[in-house]
């Protein structure tokens, strides 16, 4: 009997990322059909025998897709044959299998996509003027507390004074 391996995935409007998580894979069998049927076998680590037999929900483009076998995992980004956002992985309506998991690492919201959001590949950070711990605004911020701590207990000093003022006035009012 066959085991499912752990299997992430995600998308964009013109594509599908799945990750299929067998470290030491051997014997890796990918099969694409266009209408969207995709098989997966290989042996894990001890020859044990894993498969995924998906259902995909739509067409996809077999000769734009590609598969890479890593010793971790086996990736492969699949193309769709319309570039449009799918509800769901699976043809199949309902609770997905429990081997197959969002990839959130790759997950990107339609939304997100046409704003260009959640590629960073072209952006230098080192011009962000984003500061490190050693930073002096740190130093100043301390430095506020340490002040306004100290004209708080400078007042209650002055308040304490005028308190002890005024019982020995009180005193020297009561002796004849």
């Not at 590609?66 to 995992?73: D, L």
């Not at 609770?95 to 072209?122: A, T």
Request: net charge negative; with cysteine; hydrophobic share 35%.
């Amino acid at each position: 009997m066959s085991r499912h391996p752990s299997t992430k995935w995600a998308q964009r409007s013109d594509k599908v990322f799945l990750t299929i998580e067998l470290p030491d894979a051997k014997d890796v069998k990918l099969n694409l059909k266009p209408e969207g049927h995709f098989d997966f076998s290989a042996k894990g680590a001890d020859d044990i025998p894993y498969e995924l037999d998906l259902e995909l929900f739509d067409a996809v483009n077999v000769e734009e897709s590609k598969a890479a076998v890593a010793p971790r995992t086996i990736c492969y980004l699949i193309k769709k044959a319309e570039s449009k956002w799918w509800p769901r992985l699976l043809k199949k309506e309902g609770r997905p299998p429990v081997f197959l998991k969002v990839d959130w690492d790759k997950w990107q919201d339609e939304d997100d996509e046409d704003l260009g959001l959640g590629d960073f590949s072209d952006m230098d950070f080192s011009k962000l003027g984003m500061g490190g711990a050693d930073d002096d605004m740190e130093d100043d911020e301390d430095d506020d507390v340490v002040e306004s701590a100290n004209k708080d207990g400078e007042g209650s000093k002055a308040e304490e004074s005028k308190g002890e003022e005024a019982p020995a006035a009180a005193a020297e009012e009561a002796k004849p």
